[in-house]
């Protein structure tokens, strides 16, 4: 005779407590991305702020984190348009250089935004709302 073990109980877990990175992670990835993207403005701080915000999971820490993000952002940017300058001489370098820093957090917020819903919108969308979680059952 085979012996059969009953089956485990099923244990409901909210989408969010599954796998989501800490806020100063998700903005280590909207930073590091940004400037590593920064002769692409806007987008680059589109690309980051999508990953970071995919990464912390939830429209409202991705904006916590972006926050934190566009300061360090707009001034490794200013550092590297201005003070270095890699862009035209004068007053046009500075007025360049604060548009760019903006666009570039434009974008950081943006993606921050859609990053953070797409990815609890999507988590809920493939797990109906909730994640199940087999639960082991005790030895017998």
Known sequence: MTDVLPRAPERRVAPQEHRRASIPVGSAWMVVLSLLLSFIPFVNGLIGGLVGGFKVRGVKRALAAAVV???????GEWLLFGVL????MGLAAGVSTGLLILASDAGLFLGA?????????SRAERTGGWITRRQHAPPH
């Open 69 to 75: 993000s566009a300061a360090i952002v707009a001034l």
């Open 85 to 88: 300058r890699l862009r035209a």
């Open 113 to 121: 935004i859609v990053g953070g819903a797409v990815s609890g919108a």
